[in-house]
């Protein structure tokens, strides 16, 4: 149920509500979506409807404390539920348990030193002095603590109660120690008066031994009546358990619990006598990309080494590249020796390990100097089989680097290789749920839905921080509640409660409609027509999505063929606007490159810049200028390269890249020919046109205009006679350059015709023919 929903529902119906969710608690211990209450909660004041908001915030205290989260706060709510209902039985109950669980101690005073009848009548009278003291001022307060157990148990009316038994329990228990306390007083009276003459009474002995016993065996009884009902005793779990509570992770939970389960089995085996010759590798390597749990998950191996008895300590040495690798010769071993040292009897983890031999890494460079030390230590007679090591770092670098050194790939089993896949969404709004539970705050469904937005936009690349990145996005969330935070009585929800605008993204405002831009271009007749049928089918298809219906696979890779100035980048920059508006492409940026940006000089370093490029348009549009320069005429440089790795990195990364190719229409062919891969996946072809004359005028008057400059009609008519006579090189370049050149030509005039009177020096807006005249010449170079 969301807010509006609630906003709609009378208050007849609110009761039929708060029936459902006590069902709900009463089968389930607690609400599987505790902000179905609060919508309800917005749309109630609490001076109006005061019962109804007192069982509603008691319902969630409720909830709250059979999930056993922060007392404080469920106290806090249950004394708002009585200041508005002081007839409200659960929240009295509740409290009241507090209440009597603070009666845990009251005992703990009765204690008796040891009555000797070896001991002199000094040292006999001396403790008998400390009895009548001690049961005296335990039944000084006595009254006062009867007096408050009657009271609380007048104030529930439900004789069927859990806490009014409790309470009851605790109160017949207490009498009972009152009456053996008032009996002990009374004989020890009788025996302290007895020392007053040369003998005291036997019988007074045997008495008190009785009451001290029955004291002693009352004491144990309330002990025991109150640590079995005290559920707030923390027993640490297990590293399986542990591992199960975590979110998703089914795969390695199943490998982790295999791992578990086998060296369990050798640990017995090892007891009835038979020996393993050939022990297996504690060392692990866990790839996967930032935020899906490498480092929990090496902690939990580490405590499972620990419980199982394999390692004496389950204390993990996290570290680096950074604290590995020294600057100058030797210290890079003393470095690791030292890290080594500190993790003997436990676990090593080094987080992105691949990072200690670096691609094409020079002789001053010492992380082969760590590997090798580190593999020579693993396999000393020191320290060999003394700890665990754990390498973690992504999937592909990982790889590379342990196939790159064969002292470390024979260490690392390949049964030992644990892969952390990516979180679903669905996955990440659970971790997203218990972040903000943990700070005490709920989720709307409509911050869920948006929030599922944000990770879309978000997962674009392997960079990808999954729960780091929603852990961040909480936050955020949690700091615009409250940075943003309206002036609201009903702290309850003020306070607890993030919704849709507190996960919203923050989007430039000032981005132009699309549909606006593309309208408003001059000319282009026929790539407008072909972009809107473009877009057309984009929306439609993205809306079939939506509504699970099948959809034809959607081609956006485009080759735009014009000659240079005929509007190819302002095109691609409203396509990348469009499918940004319409959810295509999460970013929607526009990454203008040429051939410089991918080709280098020599072998492999084209593929590498390749990927970066790619990597930096993920989530947008590449748009590649002139791109048939990538192909050289002598074929004797990396183009080819380049164009390879541009198809390859294009299959990889499906919808989540827009390619668009950019550059003259005969040489676009030969591109396309070059690669039957490349032809394959460009299915949109977009021609631009050379400008009209009369296109050419229009856009110099749109761009004189932007600076509230106007052309003269004998200007523009001299324009049209001149521009179709001539040449023209450069379309929409052309005409922006020629205006800019007249603008520069006015200011020349207007300051040479005022030059002996300087006052006069006004900023004229009308541009005239002889304005252009000069600036066409000097385009021609005359």
């Known amino acids: 149920m969301n807010h509006r929903q609630a906003n709609n529902i009378g208050e007849k119906d609110i009761y039929m509500w708060i029936t459902k969710w006590e069902q709900e608690i009463s089968a389930h211990g607690s609400m599987k979506d505790e902000s179905e209450i609060y919508n309800f909660l917005k749309t109630i004041k609490e001076d109006e409807s005061p019962n109804?908001?007192?069982?509603?915030?008691?319902?969630?205290?409720?909830?709250?404390?059979?999930?056993?989260?922060?007392?404080?706060?469920?106290t806090k709510w249950l004394e708002k539920a009585i200041s508005l209902d002081p007839n409200n039985q659960y929240a009295k109950e509740y409290l009241l348990k507090d209440k009597w669980l603070s009666y845990q101690n009251i005992f703990d005073n009765l204690s008796f030193p040891i009555f000797r009848e070896t001991d002199n009548r000094t040292a006999k009278k001396k403790i008998v002095d400390e009895y009548l003291t001690i049961c005296r001022s335990f039944l000084s307060s006595a009254d006062e603590i009867h007096d408050e157990l009657n009271k609380q148990c007048e104030l529930i009316q439900n004789d069927d109660s859990r806490t009014l038994n409790k309470l009851k329990q605790v109160?017949?228990?207490?009498?009972?120690?009152?009456?053996?306390?008032?009996?002990?007083?009374?004989?020890?009276?009788?025996?302290?008066?007895?020392?007053?003459?040369?003998?005291?009474?036997?019988?007074?002995?045997?008495?008190?031994?009785?009451?001290?016993?029955?004291?002693?065996?009352?004491?144990?009884?309330?002990?025991?009546?109150?640590?079995?009902?005290?559920?707030?005793?923390?027993?640490?779990?297990?590293?399986?358990?542990?591992?199960?509570?975590?979110?998703?992770?089914?795969?390695?939970?199943?490998?982790?619990?295999?791992?578990?389960?086998?060296?369990?089995?050798?640990?017995?085996?090892?007891?009835?006598?038979?020996?393993?010759?050939?022990?297996?590798?504690?060392?692990?390597?866990?790839?996967?990309?930032?935020?899906?749990?490498?480092?929990?998950?090496?902690?939990?191996?580490?405590?499972?080494?620990?419980?199982?008895?394999?390692?004496?300590?389950?204390?993990?040495?996290?570290?680096?590249?950074?604290?590995?690798?020294?600057?100058?010769?030797?210290?890079?071993?003393?470095?690791?020796?030292?890290?080594?040292?500190?993790?003997?009897?436990?676990?090593?983890?080094?987080?992105?390990?691949?990072?200690?031999k670096r691609e094409g890494q020079s002789g001053n460079d010492y992380g082969q100097a760590a590997i090798d030390t580190l593999v020579s230590l693993m396999t000393s007679k020191e320290y060999g089989g003394k700890f665990a090591v754990i390498l973690a770092g992504y999937p592909e670098e990982m790889r590379q680097f342990i196939d790159a050194n064969t002292g470390l790939r024979s260490r690392f089993p390949q049964s030992n290789f644990i892969h952390l896949p990516n979180y679903s969404n669905v996955e990440l709004i659970s971790i997203a749920e218990s972040i903000a539970q943990a700070n005490d705050y709920l989720l709307t469904n409509e911050a869920r839905v948006e929030l599922a937005d944000r990770l879309d936009k978000e997962r674009v690349d392997e960079t990808f921080g999954n729960a780091r990145t929603v852990k961040n996005i909480v936050l955020e969330a949690i700091f615009r509640k409250g940075a943003n935070g309206k002036e609201d009585n009903d702290s309850i929800i003020k306070y607890v409660l993030l919704e849709k605008e507190d996960f919203s993204s923050i989007t430039d405002d000032q981005d132009e409609n699309p549909n606006e831009l593309l309208k408003n271009l001059i000319g282009l007749e026929t790539v407008k027509k072909e972009m809107e049928s473009l877009i057309a089918f984009v929306k439609v298809q993205k809306l079939r999505q939506e509504n699970s219906l099948p959809i034809v696979p959607i081609q956006l890779h485009a080759v735009f063929s014009g000659n240079p100035g005929t509007g190819k980048t302002t095109v691609a920059k409203i396509y990348a606007n469009f499918l940004k508006t319409y959810g295509i492409l999460k970013r929607g940026h526009l990454i203008i490159t040429s051939r410089s940006d991918f080709v280098a000089g020599y072998v492999g370093q084209t593929a590498i810049k390749t990927k970066k490029k790619i990597k930096e348009a993920l989530g947008g549009v590449l748009f590649i200028d002139e791109a048939y320069s990538l192909l050289s005429p002598s074929g004797n440089d990396f183009g080819k390269e380049m164009i390879d790795t541009l198809v390859d990195e294009m299959t990889k990364h499906n919808e989540n890249l827009v390619v668009i190719l950019a550059g003259y229409p005969n040489e676009m062919e030969k591109l396309l020919e070059s690669n039957p891969g490349l032809r394959s996946r460009f299915k949109k072809f977009f021609s631009f046109p050379d400008y009209s004359v009369e296109e050419l005028v229009i856009m110099m008057e749109k761009y004189g205009e932007r600076f509230h400059y106007q052309l003269t009609e004998e200007a523009k008519n001299f324009l049209y006679d001149t521009l179709r006579t001539m040449k023209i090189e450069g379309n929409g370049r052309f005409a922006t350059n020629l205006i800019d050149e007249a603008i520069q030509a006015?200011?020349?005039?207007?300051?040479?015709?005022?030059?002996?009177?300087?006052?006069?020096?006004?900023?004229?807006?009308?541009?005239?023919?002889?304005?252009?005249?000069?600036?066409?010449?000097?385009?021609?170079?005359?």
């Open 52 to 74: 109804i908001y007192s069982q509603l915030v008691t319902l969630l205290a409720r909830s709250r404390s059979n999930k056993k989260e922060n007392n404080t706060l469920i």
């Open 171 to 356: 109160r017949t228990m207490f009498e009972t120690m009152v009456d053996e306390v008032s009996n002990l007083l009374k004989v020890v009276t009788d025996l302290d008066e007895s020392f007053s003459g040369v003998f005291y009474a036997t019988v007074h002995l045997e008495n008190l031994k009785l009451h001290l016993e029955a004291i002693n065996t009352l004491k144990t009884n309330w002990s025991a009546f109150f640590n079995e009902d005290n559920s707030t005793t923390y027993e640490e779990k297990k590293a399986l358990d542990q591992l199960k509570l975590m979110i998703g992770l089914d795969t390695v939970k199943e490998r982790v619990k295999d791992f578990y389960s086998f060296l369990k089995y050798q640990k017995e085996r090892s007891s009835f006598g038979y020996q393993t010759k050939d022990e297996i590798s504690l060392n692990m390597i866990l790839t996967g990309n930032p935020g899906t749990g490498k480092t929990t998950l090496a902690r939990l191996l580490a405590k499972i080494y620990h419980e199982l008895g394999v390692l004496p300590r389950e204390e993990v040495i996290e570290t680096n590249r950074a604290q590995l690798v020294g600057s100058f010769v030797g210290q890079t071993e003393e470095n690791v020796q030292a890290i080594v040292k500190k993790a003997v009897g436990g676990v090593l983890f080094i987080d992105e390990a691949y990072s200690l």
């Open 746 to 782: 006015q200011s020349l005039r207007l300051v040479i015709e005022t030059a002996e009177n300087a006052h006069l020096l006004t900023p004229e807006i009308h541009i005239e023919k002889s304005d252009v005249e000069v600036a066409l010449k000097k385009n021609r170079g005359e």
